[in-house]
């Protein structure tokens, strides 16, 4: 039993629809190397709270409840579930569930649309 334990514990933030990371990166070539290197810091994260979050990304921002990540003066919007652990000690690992990749000038109509809701 505590092997699987240990076994959830180590288990890191999982990335859903990284095929949008990819998709933006084989328009924008030169992303690629910044948005390999964003994926591998998500995918090492154990985050529990929004301050985890902070202290991996500092340049990360909440807004409209998403996550914003800025790589390479692109935008990241994310939905963040944070790891937890059941009642019965089980360590459920965290899920980055990624809703757009904007460049910055699409990053900013985005933005202005959900201020105006």
Known sequence: MYSNLLYFARMATRIITRARLVQFWKVHVRTQGPMIAWEGLV???TW????DVKQTFR???WVHSLW???VSRNRI?????????TPQGVVIPG????KEVLTHPDYDKWSDTMNRK
Request: glycine share 0%.
């Open 68 to 70: 914003i990540f800025d």
């Open 48 to 51: 529990t709270c929004p301050n």
């Open 43 to 45: 995918k090492s994260a």
């Open 59 to 61: 340049n990360a921002d």
């Open 77 to 85: 919007i994310a939905d963040v579930r944070y790891q937890y652990s």
């Open 95 to 98: 899920v980055l569930y990624i």
